[in-house]
């Protein structure tokens, strides 16, 4: 299995004023943890305001529960007051439906934040494996990087699309088997049966 520990790699670029020891490894290396740090900092950056939107939409879901508890007291025996608690309550479902809308797309977000951060250890494990002389041309170290990629995925569409990448096919041909596999299973991988707990 390959292992490395997290933001750790690094090496300078010579390509501007390159000397004897010039090589594109060091290159490849150089721009795959400027790679990494980009990935991290716009995560960084994600997380930042999804936890302010969690937070917005936690109080939102607290004081549409105070709205249906105080709607709650009013007299329906009152024509006033029961036209006022109907109005109150269908206010309070319409928000309620919204404040699961979002839910669902903070259940968008973590997926998205978990590939990426997939994205960032794979390639900062190959970055590690480039930079390494003693594996760099062992074909049993790239077995291992692939196979701890391939495990690194939760979802079978993604795993389908790494086959194919692996047999040889593009980018655009994964992608398009990758899109398919994904709008047959739609519901099944991004529905809201995850029951997450926001509130």
């Known amino acids: 299995m390959v292992t490395a520990k997290r933001h ?7 390509s501007k004023n390159p000397d004897l020891d010039w090589s594109q490894i ?12 980009q990935i991290e900092t716009s995560m960084n950056e994600g997380d930042q305001s999804v936890n302010q939107l969690t937070e917005s939409f936690t109080e939102l879901a607290t004081h549409n529960q105070e709205i249906i508890a105080e ?3 009013l007299d329906e025996n009152n024509s006033h007051e029961a036209q006022i608690k109907a109005n109150m309550l269908q206010a309070a479902e319409g928000l309620e439906d919204k404040v699961q809308k979002a ?15 997939h994205a960032s250890h794979n390639l900062e494990k190959l970055g590690h494996l480039v930079a390494d002389p003693s594996d760099r041309y062992q074909p049993t170290a790239w077995k291992d990087l692939q196979e701890s990629i391939k495990s690194s995925y939760t979802m ?14 593009s980018v655009s041909e994964a992608l398009e088997i990758y899109h398919h596999h994904f709008e047959k299973n739609k519901d099944d991988q991004f529905g809201t049966d995850d029951e997450i707990e926001l509130f």
């Open 71 to 73: 709607a709650q007291k």
């Open 156 to 169: 079978e569409a993604e795993r389908i699309m790494f086959e194919h990448i692996m047999r040889g096919h």
């Open 103 to 117: 839910v669902t797309a903070f259940q968008f977000y973590d997926r998205l934040s978990q590939r990426l951060d």
């Open 8 to 14: 750790t790699l690094g090496t300078a670029s010579t």
């Open 26 to 37: 060091s290159e490849t290396v150089a721009m795959l943890a400027l790679t990494v740090a």
